[in-house]
């Protein structure tokens, strides 16, 4: 046994001897192998991570840990009277990065940012469909096709967009990944040589740092760019480890393999605050996990069953066998941390027999329902399924016999938006930005088909809805939805679940990681100590 | 000889159209919608949506979208992943690597083990020694392998922390993959240390794989062993007085291995079924893992090519081990 | 010999019928086999617990003591006598999912083997016995389903009919059912030619008969033994498929399932990623124990070596 343990510890040191180099190196456990490493045709959290994050940079820059945002490659910018022109002006001297297959022999300008946008927007540009079916969904989900009149290069360093309609968020939003910066230098280069697909596996940007390599489903591989306008980073290798299994990165993470890992498994949480060499950094989560009645279908068209269902479920249970504590039983619709929230508003209590007898009182007997779960993990709701056993035992406690149900991730959104879905079916959302009809956008009329599974269009809460919308004093707008969310607990058309809270386990050694209420993974100001 | 194979490879071509007409037909009987999985979670508006159908021709007859796509892959073109817009053989080639050098290590461990523990258990008959190889091997055969994982991950990386925990590699070594084969690009690229960390991430892996592989072996090289010593010829030699070690090892090992062979190319599917859990436990970038996310994902064009490739692949080396088989057994081209 | 010489003595005392015979002898060929008795043992065990399950379980498979989540087992640390072998995450009882889920593991084996083994005997029949272009269509078929990685088909054939116990079952059955097929066919096709058949066939006999009085039953000994190691296999693969989220769904009390939604408190709580996979390996293994035994005793040429 001695013997075996020596020469593992000499292995050890071997391993370890080998890797001795003076760079700075931090290893992040990723969760999934991002699709590309172009900022824009991807929506993952995982592929803005490995890109926009990284490599790239945009004109303007959210604050590290904040949804305010920062001047970034524009210096500055001015807007007119009505709202529809932004005029940039932009950091002179940014570089591109140099790597060993592309050298720029001009530094940012107008084109670049130009050529950014107006690639996801024109269709006939060469590099609109320069990936078989992109459908750039950012940008045409935020609304930018319509939103874009035109882009003006006013001279080198000066953009002007000119917008069709005034756009209180249009800054934030040239803040998010879709809106970074590419070159057009390299995009020409790439063009000319007809390798146009190289664009997205061996990306250009302007960011903290540089692409190295990438084996697929497997590592990738960073360096610092020296030529980085917001100045040179201290870690000089960025490595991320994709380990999709959360179980496995906790390991590797205790093992250390890796210095830092993203969404940790609620079971994992415990184990790895215990360890001595381990820090982990939690957030509240700007999330709600939720399950939605098809308020059309009876008898869940009616607010007592509705409510009586409710009060059958005990969240408690949820949050501590699914959360494993890692999260608070939700009454609103929007999270704690949000503006707005309400926090007169009195959750339903869980009251087995009170439930029992309003469903009695409903004329609701020997009733057997669908409860749907998501077949993914998400942070909003770490296991679906669990959830749904847990609900399912509640419910057999007042009469109501329960059968779960599940299909592929893609499937499963897809039939959940059906109007005659038969079931109550579980979803999340994470918030994109910090604002509350980011939310309650959800359960909007027009939503449904999309985003509204409870398929509930109530009157009152979309007039409280639109008024918010067109409000621009927050203190306004705060009474409004405070006010959306009575109605929403009034007619129930949602069990709130949970929301739930994110954590960041890390090696102490790392310093300067900022947890991002988006969920965004950002390394630029990272450091680790020897 | 040459009739046997001609015959053999008569028939493998309708075999080969019907694999291809199965992974066509799989992909097309999966519920969902490509373009849909393809537009992830923010879904798409329905103009876009008939232009992606339009454009990747879903719309077309499914005969003409066949024999597209059969025009295609005659030429090398497997498809562009719809997740990653990569192509599919690019991609294939990137992580088949990974997958064929744990298998071939989990089949080096297999038949170095297998046939040597047969062989003795077989010689040895009834004695301790047989027995307890043979219980070994029946367990071994029993495994459910995807737990055997878990519990190897649980003793050797968690509990005495010997072993990494997933990874080809410690991440300290970066060279670019020349064969793609860690054990060999580690070699190549000279630094201390790389080919003893590739092996300790390798070995979990290919214990785990190799586990059933390796009892079937042993088991299969015991009864032909057994089988062959039981007959005239080595009673003969062994009454001519020859050494038992060189009767064993002349005569009756010889043609035992004619069904050992047998069993060791039979074993490639097993190998092949087994990556799936094997790279699934320990995140191993190989293809059972790019399979089973593609289901997952609902990317039809990687799951149609891959079973594809996949299959004929699996029916190569089963034609290779007919090959093989017909060579060192003279009686079977007669046939 | 004088093993066999107590073989007839035992044949003696019981009535002189062929058939009893043949099962007395085969009793005597198995019984020999001391893996094969344990493995019948633990067998029987596990098909009494199954079948007993409300009784034998302390708790009810799906009662979760929500005040209980993660229990150790009795003798570690924090464990309670009252959960013998801990609890899982909601609450429930180990040992009482662990027994109800020997229920579905044994009617997973016997409906995929009773499934695979009638088609394939129907298919492998109909080939060996006309030949032609019967023969080649259906071996064809079976060439292309084997070619593909066990796993791997019955994987995608589920992902096409929707993950559940049942569609679970009907896939590995396809997957499993080719080798009932080849071994019926090649033994059809050895004894179709056979004096018996060929007299059978000039006194008149129909194909019907043909096909399934006078050739089936002399091809049953392989195929037992073929039925016993798909027994296990399709134990094995649908614990895989519960594994990989394709079978059997929660809250089910199968295996493999159980060791699905385990596999994240590897680290926290090893018992429930322990137990499940435990009880799989004891049921498979004693299965291929008696299938062992079963081979030694049926197959002529092994016997007496």
Redesign the interface.
């Known amino acids: 046994m001695k013997t075996k343990l020596a020469f ?1 510890a000499a ?1 050890l040191a ?2 370890m ?3 001795v ?1 003076n760079a700075k ?1 931090l ?1 992040y456990c990723s969760e999934a ?1 991002p ?2 490493f172009d900022p824009s ?4 959290g995982n592929d803005f991570d490995a890109s926009s994050r990284t490599i790239y940079s945009r004109l303007v820059e959210f604050d590290k840990g904040k949804t305010t945002i920062s001047p970034g490659l524009a210096e500055s910018w001015t807007v007119s009277d009505d709202g529809l022109e932004y005029t940039f002006k932009l950091r002179p001297g940014v570089k591109f990065q140099t790597t060993d297959y592309f050298t720029p022999t001009r530094d940012l300008n107008a084109d670049d940012v130009k050529f950014s946008f107006e690639r996801q927007w024109k269709k006939d540009s060469p590099w609109y ?1 320069y ?5 750039w ?2 940008f ?2 935020m609304g930018f096709p319509d939103l874009l009149k035109e882009i003006v290069k006013v001279d080198d360093l000066t953009v002007k967009f000119v917008l069709t309609k005034p756009e209180v968020a249009f800054l934030p939003d040239l803040g998010m990944d879709f809106s970074s910066i590419v070159s057009k230098e390299y995009a020409d280069q790439l063009e000319k040589a007809d390798t146009k ?1 190289q664009f ?2 061996k990306p250009v940007g302007t960011g903290p740092y540089q692409f190295v ?1 990438y ?5 990738i ?1 960073y360096a610092a760019w020296d030529g980085y306008f917001g100045g040179r980073q201290k870690i000089d290798d960025l ?1 991320f ?8 990165r ?3 993470l205790k ?1 250390g ?2 210095d830092i890992m993203s969404y940790p ?1 609620p ?2 949480i ?2 790895l605050k215990a360890d001595t060499n381990l820090n982990v950094e939690e957030q509240e989560g700007l999330n709600i996990g939720y399950m939605a009645y098809n308020t059309t279908l009876p008898p869940f068209d009616k607010v007592e069953v509705r409510k009586a269902l409710n009060m059958a479920v ?1 969240k408690q ?1 949820i949050i ?3 959360y494993q504590g890692a999260g608070q039983v939700a009454k609103n619709p929007i999270p704690p941390t949000m503006w707005s929230y309400n926090d007169a508003i009195k959750d339903d209590e869980y009251n087995p027999d009170e439930a029992k007898k309003m469903l009695e009182a409903a004329g609701v007997k020997d009733l057997s329902m669908k409860i749907w779960a998501m ?1 993914v993990s998400r942070p909003y709701n770490p ?1 679906a ?2 959830v ?3 609900i ?2 509640d419910y057999a406690k007042v009469g109501v016999k329960a059968e ?8 499963y ?2 039939r959940g938006k059906a109007k005659d879905r038969d079931g109550a079916f579980q979803l999340g959302w994470t918030g994109d930005n910090g604002d509350p009809d980011n939310f309650l956008f959800l359960l909007g009329c027009s939503a449904i088909g ?1 985003s509204n599974y409870a398929i509930w269009c109530n009157k009152e809460f979309e007039d409280l809805l639109q008024k918010g919308k067109a409000t621009t004093d927050q203190a306004e707008r705060t009474k409004i939805y405070e006010e959306a969310q009575v109605v929403f607990k009034r007619e129930a058309p949602w069990l709130t679940i949970a929301h739930s809270k994110v954590f960041m386990p890390m090696n102490k050694k790392v310093s300067g990681f900022v947890m991002d209420p988006l969920g965004i993974h950002r390394f630029d100001g990272v450091d680790v100590t020897e | 000889m040459f009739r046997y194979l001609l015959h053999k490879l008569a028939l493998i071509v309708p075999t080969v159209i019907g694999i291809s007409l199965a992974a066509f037909a799989f992909v097309r009987l999966l519920p969902g919608d490509p373009i849909l999985a393809l537009a992830g979670e923010r879904g798409v508006s329905p103009e876009r949506y008939a232009e992606l159908i339009e454009r990747f021709g879903y719309n077309r007859p499914y005969i003409v979208q066949y024999l597209d796509y059969i025009g295609n892959v005659l030429t090398g073109d497997f498809g562009i992943s719809i997740a990653t817009k990569r192509p599919v053989w690019g991609e294939f080639m990137a992580l088949f690597p990974a997958t064929l050098e744990l298998a071939v290590v989990a089949l080096i461990i297999a038949v170095a083990i297998g046939i040597p523990a047969g062989i003795f258990a077989a010689v040895k008959r009834g004695s301790w020694f047989d027995q307890a190889t043979m219980g070994v091997a029946l367990t071994g055969y029993s495994m459910p392998i995807f737990w055997w994982g878990l519990l190897l991950i649980i003793f050797f990386s968690g509990y005495l922390g010997w072993t990494p925990v997933s990874g080809r590699i410690g991440l300290q070594y970066f060279f670019r993959p020349v064969t793609g084969f860690m054990l060999i690009d580690s070699l190549i690229a000279g630094r201390p240390g790389a080919f003893s960390s590739a092996v300790s991430h390798l070995i979990l892996p290919s214990i785990v794989l190799a586990t059933i592989p390796l009892a079937v072996i042993a088991r299969q090289t015991r009864s032909a062993m057994l089988e062959v010593l039981g007959e005239d010829y080595v009673r003969t030699a062994r009454a001519k007085g020859l050494a038992p070690r060189r009767v064993v090892g002349l005569h009756a090992f010889r043609n035992a291995l004619i069904p050992v062979v047998t069993t060791i190319g039979l074993q490639v599917g097993t190998l092949m079924a087994g990556a799936i859990l094997t790279e699934t436990i320990f995140s191993w970038p190989g293809i059972g893992k790019w399979m089973i996310d593609a289901i997952g994902k609902r990317d039809y064009v990687v799951v149609q090519s891959g079973l594809l490739i996949i299959a004929l692949i699996v029916m190569a080396v089963n034609l290779l081990v007919d090959m093989l088989y017909a060579v060192i057994n003279p009686r079977i081209r007669v046939q | 010999m004088t093993d066999q010489s107590a073989g007839e003595g035992t044949a003696a005392t019981l009535p002189p019928e062929p058939r009893n015979r043949g099962l007395v002898e085969f009793w005597h060929y198995f019984s020999m086999n001391t893996g094969a008795v344990i493995g019948l043992v633990v067998f029987t065990l596990l098909v009494l617990m199954a079948i007993f399950a409300p009784l034998v379980a302390p708790h009810l498979p799906d009662e979760q003591f929500r005040d209980s989540l993660l229990t150790p087992p009795a003798w570690q640390e924090g464990g309670k006598s009252m959960f013998l072998l801990g609890t899982d995450a909601v609450g429930r009882d180990m040992l009482s999912r662990l027994i109800h889920g020997a229920r579905y593991s044994l009617f997973i084996g016997l409906v995929v083997v009773v499934f695979a083994l009638v088609s394939g005997i129907i298919l492998g029949v109909l080939a060996g016995y006309f030949r032609g272009w019967v023969d080649a269509l259906i071996m064809r078929v079976m060439d292309i389903i084997l070619a593909f990685p066990s796993l791997l088909l019955a994987l995608v054939l589920v992902a096409i009919l929707g993950p559940g116990l049942f569609n679970a079952m009907l896939a590995i059955a396809l997957v499993l059912q080719p080798h009932f097929a080849r071994l019926t066919r090649a033994a059809v096709m050895a004894e179709k030619n056979r004096e018996y058949v060929v007299s059978a066939k000039v006194a008149g006999a129909s194909h019907l008969r043909l096909m399934l009085v006078t050739i089936l039953p002399n091809c049953v000994a392989p195929l037992i033994v073929q039925a016993t190691l798909s027994f296990s296999n399709a134990i094995l693969e649908a614990a895989a498929l519960g594994f990989l989220g394709m079978g059997a769904q929660p809250p089910t009390p199968e295996w493999g399932t159980m060791l699905a939604s385990a596999r994240e408190f590897i680290l926290r709580a090893p018992w429930v990623v322990t137990f499940p996979g435990l009880a799989i390996l004891i049921t498979v293994l004693a299965i291929n124990l008696i299938g062992d035994g079963l081979r030694d005793a049926l197959d002529p040429k092994l016997k007496r070596s």
Do not use: F, H, M
Not at chain 1, 404 to 411: A, L
């Open positions: 593992a292995l071997a391993t001897l080998g890797g180099a190196t290893v192998s699709a590309g045709p991807w929506s993952g469909e990936l078989p079916g992109t459908g969904e950012y045409t989900g697909q997205t596996q390599d084996q697929v489903d497997a590592v591989r490595i480890a994709i380990t999709p299994d959360p179980a496995v906790a390991q590797k093992a393999e890796c498994a079971a994992d415990e184990g005990n249970a501590d066998a699914v077949p296991n399924q669990r749904a056993e847990l399912q035992a779960i149900i599940s299909y592929e991730w893609t499937e959104r897809e999309q």
